[in-house]
């Protein structure tokens, strides 16, 4: 993508005379390290060879059939408790073959890696009852949809290490039209499963498969570290309800790369707690790293952090991400009461064709778990930096709506570029930030030009500036 160029923004009334945004732009091209590059290489750490495993079993032998009809759970639990035998020595890998495995909820062990084959389908049964009902998350304090407990996901797992569950694009799917429409008429005593989800483990890799129908979100690693999810490929209905693509919840060191995910709510939502629960569990998501994502969503956004965000979020560095056809590209939701903060996030190199809202904040998203929350816990967001967004057919550049007393503040916007936009293309009300090379002109709270005066109150802008080469050759600059 070629950054923006052009004098589209016009000159702006608190400018020195003579400088232009287009002497930023100037500025900033010739410098080695290009605007629209993030600093370093935010990749995924290229440790991804296929992890070995010197034994292997295949689900065969445990009796299962994959005649897409026969339940196959006790075959899933009993290969895997018998591949625990083989944790201290290396790990194992469960072999799943070509054919239509149904099953219910099943639990994972460290060490192993679980492997579809090319046209294997991991099928989730359609009876509730196979879905256990666990505890709630201590960091939301009850279900999500519904008080008590919830259903467990179809593939669970909890305090591991090193669990991959790869594949040569075999599909792991949730089937989950009946609990949608279970949802849709009310009758559920327990909030929906989630169709894969890691709780308090490390090491975790996903990656070359396909995951289709999610009873509720379809990649949920909560309370882990060093998680990677690479080249996977999620879809449900663009009408199915709240199915998420991959919530990374008070996790850190988490990577998504290359990921191709069309569902009915946000492609990827980084959250971390709901209100008085995870202030008090207090474990945010920090150092998040998505790095191309291409997707749809109806009625969410391709990416968002919240509106469950209480025990904080920060170091969110998300590039080179295309939406089409959704409704919002890039959403931050909170409300009074969350309390925690979203801080030190970058988003860069975001291509949006026929989104509706390109960047969304949402200060009063409410929905609380109970009457409990404290309305005066307010959530800190600060130091946003959107940079090298480029959209066709956006209707609406910036609804950004903070909250009254607790203004989010350095929002920086830097090299944005949307065409189609209505007449009053921004919004925004109790937001504080700065932007350059914005087109069209932004509101007026972000109105001052990030350069050369605000760059270090702006996250992931300053690193231009840092050599002294740099900064003397800024100085010449400025003083033309
Ligand atoms: C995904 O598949 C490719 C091609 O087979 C392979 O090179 C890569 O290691 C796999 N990735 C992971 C993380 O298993
Ligand atoms: C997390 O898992 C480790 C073992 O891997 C365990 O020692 C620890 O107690 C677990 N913590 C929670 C909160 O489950
Ligand atoms: C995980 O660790 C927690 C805390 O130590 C413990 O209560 C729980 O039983 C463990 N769960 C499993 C499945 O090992
Ligand atoms: C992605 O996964 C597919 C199989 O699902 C594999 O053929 C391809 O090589 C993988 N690509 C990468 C970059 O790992
Ligand atoms: C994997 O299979 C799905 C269909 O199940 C397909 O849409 C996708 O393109 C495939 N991915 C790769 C990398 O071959
Ligand atoms: C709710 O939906 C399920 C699944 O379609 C159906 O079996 C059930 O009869 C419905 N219940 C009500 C009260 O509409
Ligand atoms: C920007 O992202 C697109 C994918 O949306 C990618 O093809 C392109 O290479 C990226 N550009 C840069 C400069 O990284
Ligand atoms: C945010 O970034 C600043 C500067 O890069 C750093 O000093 C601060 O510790 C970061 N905050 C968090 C919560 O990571
Ligand atoms: C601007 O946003 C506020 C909410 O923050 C809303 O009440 C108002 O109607 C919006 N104004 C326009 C012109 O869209």
């Given at each position: 993508m070629s950054p923006v160029r052009g004098r589209y923004s016009g000159s702006k009334p608190n400018k020195p005379e003579g400088y232009r945004l287009v002497d930023v732009f100037l500025v900033l091209a010739?410098?080695?390290?290009?605007?629209?590059?993030?600093?370093?290489?935010?990749?995924?750490?290229?440790?991804?060879?296929?992890?070995?495993?010197?034994?292997?079993?295949?689900?065969?032998?445990?009796?299962?059939?994959?005649?897409?009809?026969?339940?196959?759970?006790?075959?899933?639990?009993?290969?895997?408790?018998?591949?625990?035998?083989?944790?201290?020595?290396?790990?194992?890998?469960?072999?799943?073959?070509?054919?239509?495995?149904?099953?219910?909820?099943?639990?994972?062990?460290?060490?192993?890696?679980?492997?579809?084959?090319?046209?294997?389908?991991?099928?989730?049964?359609?009876?509730?009852?196979?879905?256990?009902?666990?505890?709630?998350?201590?960091?939301?304090?009850?279900?999500?949809?519904?008080?008590?407990?919830?259903?467990?996901?179809?593939?669970?797992?909890?305090?591991?290490?090193?669990?991959?569950?790869?594949?040569?694009?075999?599909?792991?799917?949730?089937?989950?039209?009946?609990?949608?429409?279970?949802?849709?008429?009310?009758?559920?005593?327990?909030?929906?499963?989630?169709?894969?989800?890691?709780?308090?483990?490390?090491?975790?890799?996903?990656?070359?498969?396909?995951?289709?129908?999610?009873?509720?979100?379809?990649?949920?690693?909560?309370?882990?570290?060093?998680?990677?999810?690479?080249?996977?490929?999620?879809?449900a209905p663009l009408d199915s309800p709240n199915t998420d693509g991959i919530d990374p919840d008070s996790s850190d060191d988490v990577c998504i790369e290359d990921c191709y995910i069309s569902t009915g709510d946000d492609l990827v939502s980084i959250k971390s707690g709901w209100d008085e629960y995870g202030i008090s569990y207090g474990r945010p998501s920090t150092k998040i790293t998505i790095h191309g994502l291409i997707g749809e969503t109806k009625l969410g956004a391709g990416i968002a952090i919240g509106s469950e965000m209480s025990g904080g979020v920060s170091e969110v560095h998300a590039e080179n991400l295309y939406f089409f056809n959704s409704v919002r590209g890039i959403r931050i939701k909170t409300s009074p009461g969350r309390g925690g903060y979203v801080r030190n996030i970058s988003i860069s190199n975001v291509t949006l064709n026929h989104v509706d809202v390109a960047i969304i904040f949402t200060g009063h998203f409410g929905e609380h778990p109970d009457d409990s929350y404290d309305p005066s816990a307010l959530p800190i967001i600060e130091r946003i930096t959107i940079k090298n967004v480029i959209g066709e057919n956006v209707k609406m550049a910036g609804q950004l709506e903070g909250i009254e007393g607790d203004t989010f503040r350095y929002i920086c916007l830097s090299n944005i570029k949307l065409n189609g936009v209505s007449e009053s293309p921004w919004n925004c009300s109790y937001i504080q930030g700065y932007s350059d090379l914005v087109f069209p002109e932004t509101c007026d709270p972000l109105k001052e030009s990030i350069f050369p005066m605000h760059h270090l109150d702006c996250y992931d802008l300053s690193n231009h500036f840092r050599s002294s080469r740099n900064q003397k050759r800024l100085a010449r600059l400025l003083s033309w």
């Open positions: 010739l410098f080695s390290e290009a605007p629209w590059a993030v600093a370093g290489s935010s990749q995924c750490s290229q440790s991804n060879l296929e992890v070995f495993r010197p034994h292997s079993v295949s689900i065969t032998e445990f009796g299962a059939v994959g005649d897409g009809v026969t339940l196959n759970t006790k075959a899933f639990q009993n290969a895997i408790f018998y591949l625990n035998s083989f944790a201290d020595k290396g790990g194992a890998k469960l072999f799943v073959p070509a054919g239509q495995w149904l099953t219910g909820s099943f639990d994972l062990i460290s060490h192993l890696t679980l492997w579809l084959d090319k046209d294997a389908v991991i099928l989730g049964s359609t009876n509730s009852d196979t879905w256990p009902v666990i505890d709630p998350l201590p960091s939301y304090g009850r279900g999500r949809e519904l008080p008590g407990g919830r259903h467990r996901s179809l593939i669970f797992g909890r305090n591991l290490t090193d669990v991959v569950i790869t594949g040569d694009n075999g599909t792991i799917d949730g089937q989950g039209s009946i609990w949608w429409e279970w949802f849709r008429n009310g009758t559920l005593d327990y909030t929906r499963p989630h169709l894969v989800e890691l709780m308090n483990s490390t090491g975790v890799i996903i990656s070359n498969l396909t995951f289709l129908n999610p009873p509720f979100w379809t990649i949920h690693p909560v309370y882990c570290s060093h998680v990677k999810v690479q080249n996977v490929t999620i879809r």
